[in-house]
């Protein structure tokens, strides 16, 4: 059973091999198809000696390590007649070293992929080769490598949330101080606090119907005292506007040609990584002419 699922893991693997038969690019004018053991070799592969033409096709690559046609053909026999998927991704990909611009390169490649996963995803049908655990080894450190970015990744996205969060807080806080500044006789004004309405002590108007004293003592110049209050009160509005305008700063800022983040944070006085915690989806490296930033 194990070894019929072995078999069913390597067959669509093989059955690309079977298209690629026919289709070798060399000419017959090729050096390669000059050499004896080539010749040899497929002799013997015609006769169904398979195990024959593999030595052939071995030997002749001790001779030469650079003949295309024996990789070729020896990526074949290992992944047709001869089962061994790792030697065939090795002879595959000298092949393709040699060759770059080998018409069905793309093939052999898919095929290289598809062998390796196969590799990775059953156990060994026979004796495992040194190459076949170099390249378990290979993916199980790609695995590994994988996991940790993972969990990096997810480590930078929840501090990015916990900086959302807090930032989301101060710019309400800030919001409602703003709004308190600016309100004109708000609740803490200096100015309502001052500034009263002139009438009875109960600080409601005197009506139209009062005294003919209480008509004249309207058209009185104020006192020393409210002319103190009223000046008072103006320079606390005064002030409340100087504070106003100092928090009010520019919060945003386009790129344009030539900027980088470190030269934004220096022309606001500001550090690169404010900018970062302030602007979490912006890539640092990879300004964008017309890309707004926000300034913190």
């Known amino acids: 059973m194990r070894f019929l699922t072995g078999v069913l893991h390597i067959f669509p693997v093989a059955l690309v091999c079977l298209c690629l038969t026919g289709c070798f690019p060399f000419s017959e004018t090729d050096q390669d198809e000059k050499n004896p053991l080539i010749g040899d070799g497929l002799a013997k592969k015609a006769a169904y000696n398979y195990q024959g033409a593999v030595e052939s096709f071995e030997k002749a690559l001790e001779g030469n390590p650079r003949l295309a046609r024996a990789h070729w053909e020896l990526a074949l ?3 047709q007649n001869v089962p061994n998927p790792a030697a065939a991704i090795y002879h595959f990909e000298k092949l393709l070293k040699l060759r770059p611009d080998w018409p069905q390169a793309d ?3 898919r095929f290289i992929d598809a062998a390796k996963i196969e590799l990775a995803k059953s156990a060994p049908l026979g004796p495992q080769t040194p190459y076949m655990q170099q ?3 290979k993916l199980t450190a790609q695995v590994h490598e994988m996991a940790n970015d993972n969990n990096k990744l997810r480590q ?4 990015l949330s916990l900086q959302i969060q807090q930032l989301t807080v101060e710019n309400t806080q800030l919001k409602d101080k703003l709004r308190a500044m600016q309100m004109p006789g708000g609740a803490g004004s200096p100015a309502s606090a001052v500034a009263q309405p002139q009438g009875t002590a109960t600080g409601k ?17 104020p006192s020393g005292t409210q002319a103190i209050g009223r000046s008072q ?3 606390a509005a005064a ?10 700063r520019p919060t945003t800022y386009v790129v344009r040609r030539g900027d980088t983040l470190s030269g934004i944070a220096a022309a606001h006085g500001l550090k690169v990584r404010d900018l970062v915690q302030a602007n979490p989806s912006i890539d640092p490296n990879r300004l964008r002419v017309g890309q707004t930033i926000r300034i913190p």
């Open 156 to 159: 930078q996205n929840q501090a």
């Open 77 to 79: 026999l290992y992944s």
């Open 233 to 235: 009160s103006s320079q």
């Open 239 to 248: 002030e409340s506007g100087a504070r106003s305008g100092t928090v009010q």
């Open 107 to 109: 093939t052999a490649r």
């Open 205 to 221: 108007p005197t009506t139209a119907a009062g005294s003919t004293g209480q008509i004249q003592n309207a058209a009185v110049p």
């Open 135 to 137: 390249q378990l080894d």
